[in-house]
């Protein structure tokens, strides 16, 4: 997603950091010295600033054992700047190859990785449906780890002059000189069909690649991809609001915008002030525009994230809507009662404990500001190269500034973002920067009717990120599905005969003859004939 929710995209536990203070704390999802978590329910999708990360759901326990199938590899000699040849830098990027569904003829699925890290899993059975269907068109798989994400390191650090090389066009460039060296390696031959699957910005990257190099790319699946660049995604919350409603009935989106507007409410006097820290454990003074700007942002997360996952296989997660929704239930509840339903959401077990959280846009700066790359828990933070990519090419920032949201409009607005920009890269990073990198990114990739063939959209209408996708076919050879009742790259999953709903089944239904049609001369042949 996210692109995809933010995201994607898509994790958001650095708001709720250790606290500097004197009373019990713990970074929420961790642990305690004896080892307790008292992580808050929502311990974070990090969803904020356009971030849209998709991760597959993990493939059942019974498919798990052929992961062995899938190697962990390296391109030794990735390009550092593909469009400077006097700059000879190369670098290691990585990859994941499965071949033990392949036959002689067969062609070649890529799986783009996007803004964040790679995973063996992705290509195992049960994951994907482009695995799904590699089984059927004996296909080999590989999945390529985008630069600065993951493993993928092309240089020391995430310096702002570093960071120049992190781009959609690198990525791209990065794809087509991955497919040569299989060529040249021997892994793939000439002339064999290749097509790419990807979901949320990598859906970007998927319809983007065979625009670029139709040559290399002959078919391309692309998911739940915002491939329209907007500042201020003003949308992306009027979806949120809908889908609340849809899914779980409107009074949850009413409890979440009467709870809101109380602190709202309560923040305007200093007793009232007091009364909203007491309530969210905020350890911090919340003493600037920018550290209340963050503050609601936060609040908004578990919804904004429910909402873009929503997973019908996973119905007592955080990837669930009617789950989130359950915590503000409640007929004709007071103000008061919707807030400290909120908090209970947000603190989960650590609510009524001496834990406090710091919620300023301070400890969110010092986070976002580190330049080495951070291992967390085994996976490599993505947080400060993502908003990076959306400071300098497609902006993506959710704000509250669209109608009928259940969060106030006067904080969480566009220029929160811009400063943050500034705040992270240098001063150089305005609101010019970002408004001339969105308009570049229509001008340079299509916008919504770019130029391409063998391509296939596909968009759920419940999530966030649909309405800057393209809904409607771009031509015979462009088509588009819109899922109905469909989340963020809920076509990407596995057939799941338990939860899939006809829309879903329908869509891979279509991108199934997608592929046929698209990788075959003679659409009616046989998948093992290419």
């Given at each position: 997603m996210i692109l995809a929710v933010q995201a994607a995209l898509l994790a958001l536990?650095?708001?709720?950091?250790?606290?500097?203070?004197?009373?019990?704390?713990?970074?929420?999802?961790?642990?305690?010295a004896?080892?307790?978590?008292?992580?808050?329910?929502?311990?974070?999708?990090?969803?904020?600033?356009?971030?849209?990360?998709?991760?597959?759901?993990?493939?059942?326990?019974?498919?798990?054992?052929?992961?062995?199938?899938?190697?962990?590899l390296y391109f030794e000699e990735q390009v550092l700047d593909h469009f400077n040849p006097i700059d000879k830098r190369v670098w290691k990027q990585r990859y994941f190859a499965r071949d033990d569904l392949y036959e002689e003829g067969g062609p070649a699925?890529?799986?783009?990785?996007?803004?964040g890290q790679e995973a063996a899993q992705s290509l195992a059975d049960g994951a994907l449906y482009m695995t799904y269907l590699a089984r059927i068109y004996k296909a080999k798989l590989f999945d390529l780890e985008h630069r600065y994400y993951g493993y993928s390191h092309p240089t020391p650090d995430l310096s702002s002059a570093n960071l120049q090389y992190l781009s959609a066009d690198q990525a791209l460039a990065d794809l087509a000189y991955f497919i040569e060296y299989l060529i040249q390696k021997g892994d793939l031959k000439e002339g064999q069909k290749v097509?790419?699957?990807?979901?949320?910005?990598?859906?970007?990257?998927?319809?983007?690649?065979?625009?670029?190099?139709?040559?290399?790319?002959?078919?391309?699946?692309?998911?739940?991809?915002?491939?329209?660049?907007?500042?201020?995604?003003?949308?992306?919350?009027?979806?949120?609001?809908?889908?609340?409603?849809?899914?779980?009935?409107?009074?949850?989106?009413?409890n979440v915008k009467k709870a809101t507007d109380r602190i709202v409410q309560?923040?305007?006097?200093?007793?009232?002030?007091?009364?909203?820290?007491?309530?969210?454990?905020?350890?911090?003074?919340l003493k600037s525009k920018s550290?209340?700007?963050?503050?609601?942002?936060?609040?908004?997360?578990?919804f904004a994230g429910a909402v873009q996952y929503n997973r019908d296989s996973a119905p007592n997660s955080a990837d669930n809507i009617k789950y989130i929704c359950s915590f503000m239930q409640g007929d004709n509840i007071s103000p008061d009662e919707a807030m400290e339903k909120l908090s209970t959401l947000i603190l989960g077990r650590s609510k009524g404990t001496t834990q406090l959280y710091d919620f300023s846009y301070k400890s969110l700066v010092d986070s976002y500001k580190q330049e080495a790359y951070q291992l967390v828990d085994g996976e490599y933070d993505a947080m400060r190269q993502w908003t990076y990519q959306t400071c300098t090419e497609?902006?993506?920032?959710?704000?509250?500034?669209?109608?009928?949201?259940?969060?106030?409009?006067?904080?969480?607005?566009?220029?929160?973002?811009?400063?943050?920009?500034?705040?992270?890269?240098?001063?150089?990073?305005?609101?010019?920067?970002?408004?001339?990198?969105?308009?570049?990114?229509?001008?340079?990739?299509?916008?919504?009717?770019?130029?391409?063939?063998?391509?296939?959209?596909?968009?759920?209408?419940?999530?966030?990120?649909?309405?800057?996708?393209?809904?409607?076919?771009?031509?015979?050879?462009?088509?588009?599905?819109?899922v109905d009742g469909g989340s963020?790259?809920?076509?990407?999953?596995?057939?799941?005969?338990?939860?899939?709903?006809?829309?879903?089944?329908?869509?891979?239904?279509?991108?199934?003859?997608?592929?046929?049609?698209?990788?075959?001369?003679?659409?009616?042949?046989?998948?093992?004939?290419?």
């Open positions: 536990a650095l708001a709720l950091a250790p606290a500097p203070s004197q009373q019990a704390s713990v970074p929420a999802g961790g642990q305690d004896n080892g307790a978590t008292d992580a808050p329910l929502f311990p974070g999708l990090r969803l904020r600033h356009g971030r849209l990360r998709y991760v597959p759901p993990p493939p059942p326990a019974n498919v798990l054992s052929n992961v062995h199938q899938v190697e962990t699925f890529i799986y783009i990785g996007g803004e097509a790419v699957f990807g979901g949320s910005y990598p859906g970007n990257l998927a319809a983007w690649a065979r625009l670029k190099y139709p040559h290399l790319i002959h078919a391309a699946v692309s998911s739940s991809a915002p491939v329209h660049a907007e500042a201020d995604y003003v949308e992306y919350m009027e979806v949120v609001s809908r889908s609340l409603a849809r899914v779980a009935g409107q009074w949850c989106d009413d309560l923040l305007k006097t200093t007793d009232g002030y007091e009364q909203v820290k007491k309530t969210f454990q905020v350890a911090s003074e550290d209340l700007d963050n503050f609601f942002q936060t609040l908004s997360n578990p497609f902006g993506y920032f959710q704000t509250f500034s669209g109608k009928n949201v259940p969060f106030p409009a006067l904080y969480n607005a566009v220029d929160f973002s811009y400063q943050l920009c500034k705040d992270l890269f240098g001063d150089a990073y305005d609101e010019s920067v970002v408004t001339a990198a969105v308009d570049r990114s229509n001008l340079e990739f299509g916008d919504r009717k770019p130029d391409v063939t063998n391509v296939i959209f596909a968009n759920g209408n419940i999530d966030p990120w649909h309405a800057l996708g393209i809904l409607s076919d771009v031509s015979s050879l462009a088509p588009a599905v819109l963020h790259c809920a076509d990407m999953n596995a057939p799941n005969a338990m939860y899939d709903t006809v829309d879903i089944t329908s869509a891979h239904d279509k991108i199934h003859a997608f592929i046929r049609s698209a990788l075959y001369e003679d659409p009616n042949g046989d998948p093992a004939d290419f």
